[in-house]
Structures are given as structure tokens and as C-alpha cells.
């Protein structure tokens, strides 16, 4: 055999091994963008939606806030109007107090003033009160019990209306 003999094959060999080599390697190449491009659209997709949900939860929140924030707003406006009104009722009655257009009375006990000397348990023969005995206040004790009832009911108002508020927070 000659020298040429064999250099060509082997010249042959080493060139279809190298394009095959190349053409392999571009193959591959192509293959592997294809599977990383696919792979970014499936996280792209994935980012997407991830988005999407976390605007439609922020919607949601933001919907709960604003239906919590009206439910209170009308908490306020009752416990508002509710202290207004009590507010107004211990005034007319002050004033009705100290014209003397209503005088306020506490009942005796009947037991404890018939051996005290204390106000007779029977009434007089002008009064037309019939049943308990009853003894009227002075108008500054009057006003003063109006008043600690009004801050009692200023109270009251003030502790339903923290109620109404922690119930609305609850929901």
C-alpha cells in the first residue's frame, strides 16, 4: 500500500469526523436554546400569573379595608349621634332641674325612718302622694346626681361604641 492510499482515507476519516463533530455541536446547540426558550416561557408564564394573583389579593384587601373603613365611619356617626342625643336629654333635664319644672325625689325606707325621727312614713293631709314615702332633693344635689348619670351615660355610650369597633375589626 501506498502512502496516498492511506492518507486519503485517514484525510477522509479526520474531515467527516470534524464536519460530523461540528454538525453534531450546532444540532445541540439549537436544541439546547430551544429547551432553555421554552423553559423562559414557562417561567415567564409562571411570573405572570404570580403577578396576576398577587393584584387580585391586593384588589381583595383593598375592597376589605374600604368595606371596614365605611362600617366604621358608621360606627362613628351612631356613637356620634347616640352621645349627641344623650348629651341633649341631660340638658333639657338640667334646665328643666333648675327651673324647678321637675323636681327629682328618692323613696324612703319605711323601716329605717319610723324609729329615726326622720321624715313621717304617712303623708301630710295636703300631699296626693299614696303608696312610699318619697323625699325631694335639693336642686344642686338633683343637678349633681344629673350629672354623674350623665357622665355614666357618656360611658356606656363611649364602651358600646369600642365594642362596635373591635366587632368590626373581628369580621
Known sequence: MSLLDWRLP????????????????????????????????????????????VIDWNNAEQARRIALEARLQA????????????????????????TSDLRLSVLLDASASAGCGGVSA??????????????RLDRAHAQRIIGIT???DRGLIALKACQAYVRGIAQ
Open 122 to 135: 304617712t303623708t301630710g293631709a295636703g300631699g296626693v302622694v299614696h303608696g312610699a314615702s318619697r323625699a
Open 150 to 152: 350623665g357622665d355614666g
Open 75 to 98: 360606627a362613628d356617626k351612631t356613637h356620634h349621634q347616640e352621645l349627641t342625643d344623650a348629651q341633649q336629654a341631660q340638658a333639657r333635664l338640667r334646665d328643666r332641674l333648675a
Open 10 to 53: 485517514a484525510v477522509a476519516l479526520l474531515l467527516g469526523l470534524g464536519l460530523g463533530g461540528g454538525a453534531a455541536w450546532k444540532w445541540q446547540a439549537n436544541d439546547y436554546r430551544r429547551q432553555l426558550a421554552v423553559q423562559a416561557g414557562l417561567f415567564q408564564d409562571e411570573r405572570l400569573a404570580a403577578g396576576l394573583a
